[in-house]
C-alpha cells in the first residue's frame, strides 16, 4: 500500500485480466456451439436404425439396435435418444444406418 505500481505493471496486468476474460467468453461461446452441434446431430438420427452400447443388468456390456423414435435433452444439456421404448446416450451410438 505505501508502494503504489507504477503505470506500466499496471497496465500489464490489466491487459492481462483482459485476455482471460476474453478466453472465458470464447470457452463458454464454444461450448455452446458443441452443444447445438450435438443437438443438430441427434435430431439427424430420427428415423434411422442405430446401434448402441446397452449396460446390463449384471453390468456386462452389450449391443443393440433399433430405429430412433424419440430424441430429448435435459437443462443440463444431456441429449437423449430412445429407440422402442429403451433410451440410451448419444454416446453410445456405435454405428447408423439409413433406414429403407
Keep these: 500500500p505505501l508502494e503504489p505500481m507504477d503505470n506500466d505493471q499496471m497496465t500489464s496486468q490489466l ?20 452443444q447445438t452441434t450435438e443437438r443438430n446431430y441427434a435430431s ?3 428415423g434411422k436404425e442405430v446401434s448402441y452400447y446397452l449396460s446390463t443388468e449384471s453390468g456386462e456390456l452389450t449391443t443393440a439396435s433399433g430405429v430412433v ?5 435435459d437443462t443440463n444439456g444431456t441429449v437423449t435418444l430412445s429407440s422402442g421404448g429403451t433410451s440410451f446416450a448419444i454416446d453410445d451410438v456405435a454405428s447408423v444406418r439409413e433406414t429403407l
Design 69 to 73: 423414435d424419440r430424441v430429448t435433452h
Design 44 to 46: 439427424s438420427l430420427l
Design 15 to 34: 491487459t492481462q485480466i483482459s485476455q482471460l476474460q476474453e478466453m472465458e467468453t470464447q470457452t463458454s461461446t464454444f461450448a455452446d456451439v458443441l
